[in-house]
């Protein structure tokens, strides 16, 4: 192909048959896509399933509708035409097709789905000269600018308050558990793990530049350890607690990071500054720590905070002692 020149149709130049085809085939799309959301949903969230169960249904009626229209005015043989095949359609990620997508983001795509598809009918109404077709595809353009208020009525029947209170505590259930609790479990190891050998090598050497690489090769080696540890010990099917690729991601990045807030003082050239800094931060941390227990994990925070402050305070000051030594 030459560049700068698509080889699709333009959507002014398809013929009133085609445009029936592409919108028979656009509604068959639609509804194995919203079948494809309620298949993945049916077992965390059924009541969402439901709804895109029904909307699914919804898409085939107006499959049929088009199909009968096209029928009686051109016959049997439905030409072959899709989204893909028409210059200027919208893309469409295949974002059903990812094995774990947030719910609110699946609402979104659907909503999103229903625009694109109001403005298409209302363009190819426009379009077609053919009475009773510009007719037909008037009314799906009315019915999908309705699928928003009958969204709502189907979130009434399906989807109660109830319901998507239980959804919702679900879903937040499953972010804890695979991103929250392996970036959490990171945090500690980077923040506690790392303290002895840097304070040691501070208060060793006193010289902050080999302080530095020292927390940096430490903070490093704790989260590609801890990354691919996270990993490698639970593929999450039996666990329910998401993919190991998403845990290694959370758990490593976050262990490199704990490590990384007490180094980067020690870029400062003077020794008694990068120190005092650092020390602060890593009660920071430490307190930090103890907050998103409490917030995620449902620790209390007077226990929280007396496990993480004193169990932290014992690694620095045994990381000090050392150092003397």
């Known amino acids: 192909m030459i560049q700068g020149f698509s080889s699709r149709r333009r959507f002014r130049d398809l013929s009133e048959a085609e445009i ?20 993945r949903l049916r077992t965390p969230y059924p009541s969402t399933a439901a709804i895109f169960e029904a909307m699914a ?12 229209r096209f029928r009686a005015r051109f016959g049997e043989t439905i030409p072959l035409i899709r989204r893909e095949h028409v210059e200027g359609y919208p893309a469409r990620k295949p974002v ?12 979104s795509e659907a909503w999103e789905m229903e625009n694109a598809a109001r403005s298409f009918y209302e363009k190819a109404a426009g ?24 969204a709502e009525t189907l979130t009434g029947q399906h989807l109660t308050d109830e319901a998507r209170e239980e959804e919702d505590e ?20 980077g923040s506690v793990s790392t303290l002895a050998p840097i304070f040691a090598t501070a208060f060793a050497t006193q010289d902050p530049a080999t302080t530095f690489q020292v927390a940096l090769a430490a903070s490093v080696g704790a989260g590609i350890s801890m ?13 329910g607690r998401g993919a190991p690729w998403k845990r290694g991601l959370a758990s490593g990045v976050m262990t ?3 490590g990384l807030g007490h180094a980067l003082p020690y870029l400062i050239p ?14 920071f941390e430490l307190w930090a720590i103890a907050w998103i227990q409490n917030r995620y994990m449902e620790t209390p925070f007077l226990r929280a905070a007396l496990q993480v402050v004193l169990g932290g305070g014992l690694v620095l000051a045994a990381g000090i002692l050392i150092g003397f030594g």
Request: proline residues 2%.
């Open 20 to 39: 029936l085809a592409l919108a028979i085939s656009s509604e068959e799309d639609d509804a194995r896509i919203y079948r494809s959301y309620a298949d």
């Open 57 to 68: 249904a919804e898409e085939d009626g107006h499959r049929r509708r088009l199909i009968e």
């Open 96 to 107: 059903w097709l990812l094995e774990h997508l947030p719910l609110e983001r699946v609402r």
């Open 127 to 150: 379009h077609v000269s053919d009475a009773a077709t510009r007719k037909l595809l008037g009314d799906l353009a009315a019915a999908e600018a309705r699928h928003e208020h009958r």
């Open 170 to 189: 679900t879903a937040r259930r499953q972010f804890v558990l695979t991103w929250v609790q392996p970036g959490l479990a990171g945090l500690m190891d």
């Open 227 to 239: 990354g691919f540890t996270e990993a490698a010990h639970d593929d999450g099917v039996l666990s």
């Open 256 to 258: 490199t990071a704990g």
């Open 270 to 283: 003077d020794f008694a500054w990068a120190t005092g800094i650092a020390i602060a931060v890593v009660f």
